[in-house]
Nanobody, 125 residues
C-alpha cells in the first residue's frame, strides 16, 4: 500500500519560511518523479514544483514560486522536501505531494499516480 505523508505546514508571517516534507512508503521511491501541488480555497489544484527520480535530479518550478521555493529529495530516506522562503499571503493553500512513475508532463496533476493527504500552509500579511 503506497502512502505519502506530508508534514511541516503551519502558520507563518509574510516573508517567512517553511519546510515541507513528504515521507513515502510502499513504492520504490528512487524510481518516482515527485511533485508538489497546492490548492487555495475556492481554486483548483496547481503545480508548484517537481524533481526527477534520482538524487540531484532535474527540478522544475512554476513561475510564481521560482526563486523562492526549492524542491529536493533524499532517496535514502524516501523523502521529498519543499523549502519555501519569502512567503506571500497568496501562497496560502493546502500543499500536496505526489508521485509519478514516468516523469512526463510534470505540471499535469492527472499524470501523478499517488497523492498525499495534504498539509495546510497559511501565510498572514
Amino acid at each position: 500500500q503506497v502512502q505519502l505523508v506530508e508534514s511541516g505546514g503551519g502558520l507563518v508571517q509574510a516573508g517567512g519560511s517553511l519546510r515541507l516534507s513528504c515521507a513515502a512508503s510502499g513504492l520504490t521511491f528512487s524510481s518516482y518523479t515527485m511533485g508538489w501541488f497546492r490548492q487555495a480555497p475556492g481554486k483548483g489544484r496547481e503545480f508548484v514544483a517537481a524533481i526527477y527520480w534520482r538524487s540531484g535530479g532535474n527540478t522544475y518550478y512554476a513561475e510564481y514560486v521560482k526563486g523562492r521555493f526549492t524542491i529536493s529529495r533524499d532517496n535514502a530516506k524516501n523523502t521529498v522536501f519543499l523549502q519555501m522562503s519569502s512567503l506571500k499571503p497568496e501562497d496560502t493553500a493546502v500543499y500536496y505531494c505526489a508521485a509519478d512513475h514516468f516523469g512526463n508532463d510534470l505540471n499535469n496533476e492527472d499524470r501523478y499516480e499517488y497523492w498525499g493527504q495534504g498539509t495546510q500552509v497559511t501565510v498572514s500579511s
